[in-house]
């Protein structure tokens, strides 16, 4: 019914089913995680009413399981980013860690990288869901939409310079 790709590996369909309604990925070597996409395979849509909400867990955090966002009919897969926001970036003071992981929850050394953390897909009325998304905090770092957006304006200006001069 799902699948979900880690940047920069093969595709998961190696879902488990862990009780009524509850799925999990494992994701072996998490921290080296950025983005990850969760998806419907196309296969079995969900019944009328009804959704996903997706959530992460890294193992020993105090804090669980973390909302990430939702699946339904209408919106069949979603990308996550995780770096810098649910694990933190590798030159993040780790003490001080991200407004999702309580402080000091993780410490990205060597010793990190055989981490194994765990995809969560829960299925739920969409009116349940639609209560969990209200409450999710907003964007995480303004600063990181703010950089796109200035990377974006740089592509464009590159774009049109290339154009104008025809190389």
């Not at 970036?89 to 001080?96: A, D, I, L, V």
């Not at 829960?122 to 600063?143: D, F, G, M, R």
Request: charge should be negative; charged fraction near 10%.
């Amino acid at each position: 019914m799902f699948g979900c790709i880690v940047a920069g590996r093969l595709i998961q369909t190696n879902l488990q089913q862990v009780d009524v309604n509850k799925y999990i990925f494992e994701l072996p070597d998490a921290a080296t995680v950025n983005h990850i996409v969760v998806f419907l395979l196309g296969t079995i849509p969900f019944d009328p009413g009804y959704a996903a909400t997706v959530h992460f867990l890294w193992p020993g955090s105090e804090s669980g399981w973390k909302l990430l966002g939702m699946l339904s009919n209408d919106k069949p897969s979603a990308i996550f980013r995780l770096r810098g926001t649910i694990i933190p970036s590798s030159g993040q003071n780790p003490t001080f860690g991200t407004r999702l992981i309580t402080s000091g929850a993780i410490s990205l050394d060597s010793n990190v990288s055989s981490v194994t953390a765990t995809l969560g897909i829960s299925i739920e009325p969409i009116s349940v869901i639609e209560a969990q998304i209200a409450n999710l905090p907003p964007q995480i770092n303004s600063a990181s939409s703010e950089s796109i957006g200035q990377e974006i304006h740089l592509y464009q200006q590159k774009c049109f310079k290339i154009g104008m001069t025809g190389i």
